[in-house]
């Protein structure tokens, strides 16, 4: 018998142009950790080249890959992959698919300003509450300097839903 239970959040896998630029940025700004320098893969035998064949299938030839930790221990690997393409707008929320992750600052404000000055951007002209008036819940939009779409809360994803429908 099968028992249902939440599964924790291990890592997430973020696709940059420039790994090294991306490692700078996340480190300095988001403040995390590098657990494991820039590294190159392979398209080989090797255990991690066969695995890697798994997912992308054949003639992916090389990548590099970066692996980070933020603060409450989540992994995040930063890949650059040969030939990488940066879409003019990442931002298409109606395909199926993850369009942005978050992460919590009880300084929304300050974060988004950093973020603007490594060369990310704003996609809200500045943070709305979700409860105007009566409690202090902030969030906003960001893109990282690669057009990754990041989310900015000031509280717990807990209290800010808890409270209901908005």
Same mark, same amino acid.
């Given at each position: ?14 696709? !940059?142009? %420039? ?7 996340? +480190? =300095? /700004?988001? *403040? ?9 893969? !392979?398209? %080989? ?7 890697? +064949? =798994? /997912?992308? *299938? ?24 040969? *030939? ?83």
């Amino acid at each position: 018998m099968s028992t249902t239970y939440p599964r924790s959040f291990s890592h997430i896998g973020i696709s !940059v142009p %420039d790994l090294d630029a991306a490692v700078k940025f996340y +480190t =300095d /700004v988001m *403040g995390w950790y590098l657990i494991m320098a820039p590294t190159e893969v !392979v398209e %080989d035998s090797s255990p991690i080249g066969e695995m890697c +064949t =798994d /997912v992308f *299938g054949p003639h992916w030839d090389k990548f590099r890959i970066a692996h980070l930790s933020t603060g409450d221990r989540i992994g995040v690997e930063l890949f650059e992959f040969k *030939g990488q393409v940066n879409p003019e707008d990442n931002f298409e929320y109606w395909k199926t698919g993850i369009f942005h992750f978050c992460v919590q600052d009880p300084n929304v404000e300050e974060l988004a300003d950093k973020i603007v000055a490594a060369g990310g951007k704003k996609r809200m002209p500045k943070p709305r509450y979700y409860y105007p008036g009566r409690k202090p819940y902030r969030m906003i939009y960001m893109e990282d300097p690669f057009g990754n779409i990041l989310e900015i809360y000031s509280h717990s994803y807990e209290l800010i839903y808890s409270e209901g429908a908005y």
